[in-house]
């Protein structure tokens, strides 16, 4: 029997295919004149007899096993077929068309029926009657799975269209004309499922009109619209207006992560066999030991971000709970479409971390509390025209005066738009990624851009304000910036005068690209953010700093020494700090230090500390404990009078030569300790006092004494 039926043009609208199979057998009688020359003018055949289909299927719909009933065939008069089962039935009685010009085809239906009990519920039924000039036709409990149609494998969204149809229907078979209603209950595609539609249509002269739609996603979530669309002009115009829960809506499309979101965005993967997969290779050879060693530093990154996949915490689930508006009016054409909508929704709750079961030692397994994000309003509006989507705006409105705002045009070779975010809270902002520094305050910054494909050179504004607090609650604003980018992304800082920041970056990056660019330059209120860069164990107290640098990069030399060119100054007046890891933790400074990729250079940089004074002069490589220094670096203590609570009150005098490489500091030298006197520390169990008769190390009287040397 599928020898008989052709196949169907492909298309997501229709079935795939039309799978028929079984046996047929036929006893009757053929009788038959001009057979050769008009076979199917009136009178010249005759066929009657019984027809016999066994083990008939339909696209995975299985028949009653015999189906058996009487055929009869009379051209010019009627053509009709009645065969049944002990419940399945298909019968159907055809008429000739004796209007002519005006007939779709030469018979016409005047009645069917097809009956079908699966076993799994109410009987499949399809009937239709001829009154007058119309066929009366109904549904009843028509499975779509039937029809084996995949409409939204387009946008990742496997599955056959499926739900149950009732329906009824009148339709003119000579002009193909049709109104009536129509409900499907649990409509979907694959693992996407409602709970009901219902709609009345009217289709007419290839124009199909639907004044009533209704879409019931779960109880609280419905979806009105109405449309009309005309096939011959290809015109769209459309209404629809949804409520709801977004988190029903979200069920409802099987989204439960950012991940799962993106799929609809997402092609096709194309697999390939494993033996069809190269070799990859992850060594340099052939390279340098430092190019080597550059890439070994890589892979262990990424080896540690591959293991510990929660350092940076960007949340993936999208649970959210609130209700919802939307509206929506579509017009153009189904080639062109577009549209205008708005959503909006109030008192919206993000858990972007569920209910977790955690070890703490002392309690053994306890529930940590879920985390949640607030969210006050969000408004969507725009239009989608010529393929480009427009924003204006897009707001998410978040407790207090948090506010993230977009508005601007996406499109296929287009893109330009703003970004605002206005007194976003970084702790909230820690709840998403983990930053790299221990920062407190508020961010508000603004963003313009414009593009095209393939994007010109052009320049494209961006401004930025950082507003940070690390111990100053005055929340004076540390950061605000320019960039431009001209074959590249460049920054320019622009206020306040404290910080001023310009960088280039050569995009993409090529083997003849330009070196990487950063000039900065930062006043004292900046300073304020060392409390932040070291994790606390520096503060800036007071006085007077300034910071000056210029670097460049060579990109394609990887993070080497010999890619980075880089000098600076650092000077400092009645400046003061604080340093955790130490006693006394008040250091104060004056003087200035220079530095590059390679060395520091120190002169006359004066050090107080714990009533004392220390004078360092010379220079220290900054990386490289290997690199020879002409002089190096010696810190003097200058004969004076220390106060270290708890650990030593007295005199120090003496030279310390620093050497190795800044971030691994070799110190030697020799110390004079005069008029003074030691604390053991409290572990030796001795914390008294011991006078210098008893101990040179911890009190001299008039000379002084060489207490540790190199």
């Known amino acids: 029997m599928a020898a008989l039926i052709p196949p169907l043009p492909p298309s997501p609208l229709l079935p795939r295919a039309i799978n028929i199979s079984g046996q047929a057998g036929f006893a009757g009688q053929l009788a038959g004149n001009n057979l050769l020359s008009a076979p199917f003018a009136p009178g010249n055949l005759n066929l009657n007899g019984t027809l016999e289909l066994a083990n008939l299927l339909l696209n995975d719909v299985q028949f009653e096993p015999l189906l058996s ?86 946008i990742n969204v496997p599955g056959q269209l499926q739900g149950r149809v009732d329906a009824e229907a009148q339709i003119n078979p000579y002009t193909l004309a049709a109104s009536g209603r129509t409900t499907v209950t649990q409509p979907g595609i694959g693992s996407i499922q409602g709970e009901e539609l219902a709609a009345t249509f009217a289709y007419q002269n290839q124009q199909l009109d639907v004044p009533s739609l209704s879409l019931e996603l779960e109880e609280d979530t419905q979806l009105q619209a109405t449309a009309n669309l005309n096939f011959r002009s290809g015109a769209v ?290 300073l304020d953010l060392i409390s932040g860069l070291t994790g606390g164990t520096v503060r800036w107290m007071d006085g007077v700093g300034n910071v000056a640098l210029q670097a460049s990069w060579d990109l394609n030399g990887g993070f080497t020494e010999a890619a980075i060119d880089a000098t600076g100054e650092a000077s400092f007046e009645n400046a003061t700090i604080a340093i955790a890891p130490i006693p006394e933790e008040i250091v104060s400074l004056n003087g200035s230090v220079t530095f590059s990729e390679t060395l520091l250079d120190i002169r006359q940089l004066q050090v107080g500390y714990a009533g004392g004074e220390f004078a360092a002069n010379g220079t220290l490589p900054t990386f490289n404990p290997g690199l020879t220094v002409e002089e190096p670096l010696v810190v003097t203590a200058i004969n004076n009078r220390l106060e270290i609570e708890g650990l030593y009150v007295g005199g120090l005098a003496g030279d310390f030569v620093v050497s190795g490489a800044a971030i691994a500091p070799v110190i030697g030298g020799s110390a004079q300790l005069y008029d003074g006197r030691a604390v053991l520390p409290p572990e030796l169990e001795e914390e008294e006092a011991i006078e210098a008769d008893e101990d040179p190390l911890a009190q001299v009287e008039g000379q002084p004494q060489t207490v540790a040397e190199n």
């Open 69 to 154: 009933g009487p055929v009869r065939v009379v051209p010019g008069q009627a053509i009709a077929l009645n065969l049944q089962g002990e419940e399945d039935l298909i019968a159907a009685s055809l008429e000739p068309c004796r209007r002519g010009a005006a007939c779709p085809l030469p018979y016409l239906p005047s009645s069917f029926e097809v009956r079908l009990d699966p076993g799994q519920g109410e009987a499949i039924a399809a009937r239709g009657t001829q009154v007058g000039d119309q066929l009366a036709v109904n549904l009843d409990n028509f499975p779509l799975q039937i029809l084996n149609i995949n409409p939204a494998e387009a």
């Open 237 to 526: 115009a459309a209404q629809l207006e949804a409520t709801g829960s977004v988190q029903d809506l979200l069920d409802t499309l099987q989204i439960t992560t950012l991940e799962s979101a993106t799929r609809f965005f997402e092609r096709p993967e194309n697999f390939v066999l494993q033996g069809n997969l190269p070799a990859l290779s992850v060594g340099l050879p052939q390279e340098t030991i430092a190019a080597q060693l550059n890439l070994l530093y890589r892979i262990q990154q990424q080896r540690q971000q591959a293991a510990d996949p929660d350092q940076f915490r960007l949340p993936s689930l999208l649970d959210i709970r609130g209700p919802f508006t939307a509206q929506a009016d579509i017009g153009g054409s189904f080639s062109n479409p577009e549209a205008t909508f708005e959503v909006t929704g109030d008192n919206w709750r993000w858990i972007t971390r569920p209910n977790e079961e955690v070890a703490v030692d002392a309690l053994g397994f306890v529930v940590d509390d879920p985390q949640i994000i607030a969210v006050d309003r969000v408004l969507v509006a725009g239009n989608y025209g010529d393929r480009t989507l427009s924003l204006a705006p897009a707001r998410i409105e978040l407790p207090g005066e948090a506010l993230l705002a977009f508005s601007g045009e996406i499109g296929p070779e287009t893109l330009n738009g703003t970004l605002e975010v206005e007194q976003l809270p970084l702790d909230l902002v820690e709840t998403l990624v983990v930053l790299p520094l221990d920062l407190a305050g508020e961010i508000t910054t603004a963003a313009n851009w414009a593009a095209r494909q393939p994007i010109p050179k052009q320049k494209a504004p961006w401004q930025s304000w950082l507003l940070l607090s690390t111990d100053n609650p005055s929340m004076t604003p540390l950061w605000a910036a320019t960039i431009t980018k001209e074959s590249g992304s460049s920054l320019r800082r622009s206020a306040p005068e404290y910080l001023q920041v310009q960088a280039s970056v050569p995009l993409p990056v090529a083997a003849d690209s330009a070196p990487a660019t950063l000039e900065a330059r930062l006043g004292t209120p900046a």
